[in-house]
């Protein structure tokens, strides 16, 4: 079974930046997109940001676009979100998902997601 795992998470000053990592077991990354969605009490999951394997592009959504930054590291195989200018709405929990898929904001294409981590903005 594939096993998703979040870190980096935390509380963070508006302005500030965090790090998430998202690590798999008994997964390569090299062909499945890996995304970054994130749920908001009372909201429903969105869709942040996309690392596809498969054609190696990025993609972000308009809320963290000059943001957010995604990327690879292979020797770990992990994916990572840098967040900078974190703004009190990025405050959400934040989940990892794998998955071979074409639509990458569509949280049914996904096969695998993580536990989530929390990350915290206050103002």
């Known amino acids: 079974e594939v096993q998703l795992v979040e870190t980096g998470g935390g509380s963070v000053q508006a302005g500030g930046s965090l790090r998430l990592s998202c690590a798999a077991s008994?997964?390569?990354?090299?062909?499945?997109?890996i995304a970054w969605f994130r749920q908001a009490p009372g909201k429903e999951r969105e869709a942040v940001s996309c690392f596809d394997n498969m054609d190696q592009e990025t993609y972000y959504s308009d809320s963290v676009k000059g943001r957010f930054t995604i990327s690879r590291n292979r020797a770990k195989n992990t994916v990572n979100l840098q967040m900078d200018s974190l703004k009190d709405e990025d405050t959400a929990i934040y989940y990892c998902a794998a998955g071979p898929v074409v639509n990458w904001a569509d949280s049914k294409r996904y096969d695998s997601w993580g536990q989530g981590t929390q990350v915290t903005v206050s103002s």
């Open positions: 008994e997964l390569s990354f090299d062909d499945y997109a």
